[in-house]
């Protein structure tokens, strides 16, 4: 079946160029030059989302925001392809939920591949979650694997996709102590530039978000974690 890109970019050139290059590739191009219209297009549920930072109105990191607030669309793997290229940008960028981000000038071969990882990466998930329960409870956390949906002592609670697959992986394994490199292969996918470090993020986020309850994920220092029994 074939596979629909969005591009977002105020750059009209770049999603021409986008587009041109995709296509010849055999993936279904559509796209949008401002941040309303990303949200807007978003909801056509593309396959992948590739999405630039610095437009005018509402930037990348506003956008991606609202992408994975919204139920509808918070699944879908988004690429940042940016000209800002440092290691903090980067690391907000994954911490934000997306699922790569290739800094500009483009290298089309380098795009494709990251596309068909994250493709990869994203029937890998599905194969992972389908595996797993459907409810898993950990004392008063309730994890519906299905529908995404993670609820403490009856109270729902907004995990980004990144987040959950991480919290689902470590429950369906509890008892065991996970790496961190295992973390990364399974929810990030293998040979993806993203560091330990976040990791540790997506972890502490998703024990504040537990509340009292994070404590049932125990930090194995110098190997990873573990939900402890």
């Known amino acids: 079946m074939q596979k629909t890109i969005l591009v977002v970019d105020d750059e009209k050139d770049i999603i021409e160029m986008l587009r041109y290059n995709l296509e010849k590739e055999g993936y279904r191009v559509i ?7 990303a949200l807007e297009q978003a909801q056509k549920t593309p ?3 590739v999405l630039d930072i610095m437009m005018p109105e509402m930037d990348g990191w506003d956008v991606c925001r609202k992408l994975k607030q919204d139920p ?5 793997p988004t690429i940042f392809l940016t000209a800002k290229g440092s290691e903090f940008d980067e690391v907000l960028g994954l911490e934000l939920g997306a699922d790569d981000y290739v800094v500009k000038p483009i290298s089309m071969r380098k795009l494709l591949a990251r596309i068909r990882a994250v493709l990869r990466r994203r029937f890998a998930s599905a194969r992972v979650m389908s595996e797993s329960q459907e409810i898993i409870q950990l004392d008063a956390v309730e994890i519906n694997v ?3 949906v993670v ?3 009856g109270r729902q609670v907004s995990l980004t996709r990144k987040e959950f697959e991480t919290l ?3 429950a369906t394994n509890r008892g065991r102590v996970v790496s961190r490199e295992t973390l990364l292969d ?3 996918g293998q040979n993806v530039h993203v560091v330990d470090r976040t990791v540790d993020v997506h972890i502490s986020k998703i024990r504040e978000k537990l509340g009292r309850f994070g404590e049932y994920i125990e930090t194995v220092k110098g190997v990873g974690y573990r939900v402890r029994t």
């Open 31 to 37: 796209g949008a030059r401002d941040g309303k219209g």
């Open 47 to 49: 396959d992948v989302i």
């Open 72 to 76: 509808r669309t918070a699944n879908i």
């Open 146 to 148: 299905p529908n995404y």
């Open 151 to 153: 609820k403490v002592e």
């Open 168 to 170: 689902v992986y470590l």
């Open 186 to 188: 399974v929810v990030w």
